[in-house]
């Protein structure tokens, strides 16, 4: 899978909005299209939502617009200052649908957080593995990461199965932010550079 598109229109250290747009930082493997959200996918975003979402992020209240809004505007402002946090919305692309999400937050030492989410209906035809390739590979040439970790709850086979297929091997299990425990799976995206 190639990135096919990964270009920003705006010039770097430029931090203004104008009308909600944002950087264009869009990947694609012809079959999905990524690209950050706008304010005018809320509602979109939103009506995604459901209880198995709610779940597997352990959130503890299904989300409001108000929510949603903040949701992105807090990743668009991580995008303008080149910030930890990268999300993509998943657009398929026959028809131009949003059918979820795709993220990456840098957690330091050359290590990423991938994560990823699908809306009903959509689910199971393959959208969140090909976005999490081109994700990988964003990390990997954009970020300079060397590892990427992949949590999930126990029970999760979809996400598990996704990242066994992404190459990933699990590594433990660790606390997670609503008192359950996460399994995790590392990824290494390339050897670390050799000491001479």
Not at 4 to 17: E, H, K, P, Q, Y
């Amino acid at each position: 899978m190639a990135i096919l598109r990964a270009t920003c229109d705006m010039s770097r250290g430029d931090t203004g909005v104008v009308q909600d747009q944002l950087p264009e930082y869009s990947l694609t493997d012809g079959v999905v299209m990524l690209r950050p959200l706008a304010l005018k996918d809320s509602h979109a975003w939103l009506a995604g939502e459901d209880g198995e979402q709610r779940r597997w992020f352990e959130a503890p209240r299904p989300s409001q617009l108000s929510d949603v809004e903040q949701f992105i505007a807090d990743c668009q402002e991580s995008w303008r200052t080149m910030g930890s946090h990268r999300h993509w919305g998943i657009w398929s692309r026959y028809p131009d649908v949003l059918v979820g999400g795709v993220d990456l937050r840098a957690l330091g030492n050359d290590e990423v957080n991938l994560s990823y989410l699908v809306f009903p209906g959509q689910r199971r035809r393959g959208f969140a593995l090909r976005a999490a390739h081109l994700v990988v590979e964003y990390a990997s040439t954009t970020m300079s990461a060397q590892t990427v970790i992949i949590k999930m709850l126990p029970g999760n086979e979809y996400s598990r199965n996704l990242a066994l297929a992404l190459g990933a091997l699990y590594v433990g299990d660790e606390p997670s932010d609503g008192g359950a425990i996460f399994h995790a799976f590392k990824l290494r995206l390339r050897d670390t550079p050799r000491q001479e």
